[in-house]
């Protein structure tokens, strides 16, 4: 702080930003902790400068901390490391201008109170060491339109892991890198919109003032749509343009570059000359980490292994592998207590023999075994984007979250002793020469639900020999025959092929699309035109997709029903069918869990 002191006068003010009268302002700066240091002014104006450092106090003698996820005791002098290294971060990027609160309140801003969030981060210096960070606290009251950033589906990245191991340069070899980079205190690099003003916690500002924010801040519901907009302007501004029918993925097309960006993770493939050159653009607009290429070393390669999203990426020499993180299957058992000796080969979440024999399977589950179920089936849901197998478990786990009951913790658990033997998946996407066949395995299982009787569809995205996804979905409309709800899987697998040809055009790899499915009457279906006498209730909804074929945007074909990838996601499968379809898809089950 600065303040001209007129000799002799008890009475004087800040400089006009901050207007708050004070007497004795050298006792009132002591006071605050702020160690002032004198110098002369002009002597023919009688007067002094004042100038004094404020030392922003962080932590509080003898007071405990604890971690924000775990709830562990932290040492006080690793939080305090961690929250000044915040505090320098903040005035590293001009995060926040001092304000009076009466200033802040004529001008209509915001008032958001903030907080400490401490954790344990380890880092290269210090296995223990604490990672804090200044968050602010704005709650959701209401809906509002412009604070929404989406963020890509996994379903991206692991198209450009296929990217990477598809292409090819002139010489016929495969020399595209995997590269990642890690932005450092994201979100305070995009401006803010300046209508949000943060009440820091004690010992962070003077009383009466309160902190006018510069850039983007943790906890802000803008946040993260402001760093989403100062991310494009940036990628934008280098010669990126941009996938449009997915958020925040990008193309360079002189530089050969597909990237798309996850909070603030980039994952990128290029070749190594277009990876140097993207080092020096993000370094040019970000405080970045740069990762390690994951690829091969002959082209550029720096590491044959290397984690995204919590996401493990290796590379060996017959191309990629991506596989989920199985420190979440420990989770899982941790949540339901669950110990090794009852593996199961299947998750059977839909038998009929789950529960049997219990009278009080229907019973709503009590406030603290709902809490328990809910936690359980969150970890499930998340286990299962990267483990196919246990997709329809997942599905007919998650319809319990509302109203769990005990039918709904017999699955959750049947699933959890299915990963107990089987914890993990490997998605193979070996090397392939370039394909431009983008095919959509489709499948559904007529009145699956036995309460509902709605229908589930199963959509298995491959490019060429790389599963891409496998997505499932209970229809929302109810199926009067089997070949209506195998005619809405073939709607539903259309609309993902036109979105990924789409992706794939972007990237500079045309595609063919192709719907395989195993019903002849729902291909009917879609070969005539118009709803016919027995389908009359059909509406536009899916009565494109006679069109879309007719025009030949997509190629409709047979495939047998003991050959349909689909078949995994529809039902509950016995374990010959199971090691079967896990046999022919790209995919292999780790088997054993270590460590429980």
Known sequence: ???????????????????????????HLCSMQDVPEFSKGDAEDDCVEVTCQMTYVTVEDGKNYYAAKSGEQLDPDKVKIGRDNEM?????????????????????????????????????????????????????????????????PVKIFRIIVSLAATKQDAQGRWTRLIVRYDIKVAFFHAPSDGMTAVIPPKGLCEPGFCWRLKKAMYGTRTASRLFGCFVTDKLLSEGFTLISVVPMTYRHKEHDITVSVHGDDFLAECEKKSADWMDT???????????????????????????????????????????????????????????????????????KDTGKGERDIVEVLGTTEALKFRSAGGTLMYIAEDTPTVKFAANAVMEGMSEPTGLHMLRVIRAARYLLKYP???????????????????????????????????????????????????QTT????????????????????????????????????????????????????????????????????????????????????????????????DKPRLDQLVEMMPITRREGLDGV
């Open 1 to 27: 702080r600065r303040a001209v002191v007129l000799l002799g006068q008890p009475l004087l003010h800040y400089e006009e930003m901050h207007g708050v009268p004070i007497g004795g302002v050298v006792a």
């Open 88 to 152: 320098a971060n903040v005035e590293k990027f001009n995060v926040k201008e001092d304000i009076p609160l009466s200033v802040a309140r004529s001008e209509g801003l915001k008032l958001v109170y903030s907080m400490w969030l401490d954790d344990k981060k380890a880092t290269p210096e210090d296995p223990d060491g604490v990672r804090s960070r200044l968050v602010a606290t704005e709650v959701n009251h209401y809906k509002r339109e412009d604070n929404n950033q989406s963020t890509p």
């Open 281 to 351: 653009t993000m370094a040019k607009h970000f405080e970045i980490k740069i990762l390690p290429r994951i690829g091969p070393p002959e082209h550029g390669g720096q590491t044959s292994e290397g984690s995204h999203l919590g996401r493990v990426i290796k590379w060996t020499n017959k191309g990629y592998t991506w596989e989920g993180d199985i420190k979440h299957v420990h989770n899982l058992l941790a949540v339901l207590n669950l110990v090794p000796g009852k593996a199961k080969s299947t998750t059977s979440p839909g038998s």
């Open 424 to 474: 993990g998946e490997v998605w193979h996407f070996n090397y392939q020469k370039a394909t431009n066949l983008l095919i959509e395995q489709v499948d559904a299982d007529w009145a699956a639900d036995t309460v509902t009787r709605k229908s589930m569809s199963s959509v298995a995205e491959q490019h060429g020999n790389h599963l891409l996804d496998l997505s499932i979905a209970k």
């Open 478 to 573: 109810l199926a009067l025959s089997s070949g209506e709800s195998e005619f809405y899987a073939i709607v539903k697998g259309a609309g993902m092929g036109i979105q990924t040809r789409q992706i794939f055009e972007a990237a500079g790899m045309p595609v063919e699309v192709e719907i395989k499915s195993d019903s002849s009457a729902a291909r009917g279906i879609c070969g005539r035109q118009g709803s016919g006498s027995k389908l009359r209730h059909l509406s536009m909804k899916e009565l494109w997709v006679q069109e879309h074929f007719r025009m030949k945007m997509s190629v409709l074909s047979k495939v047998g029903t003991l050959d349909n990838w689909a078949d995994l996601g529809t039902k509950v499968l």
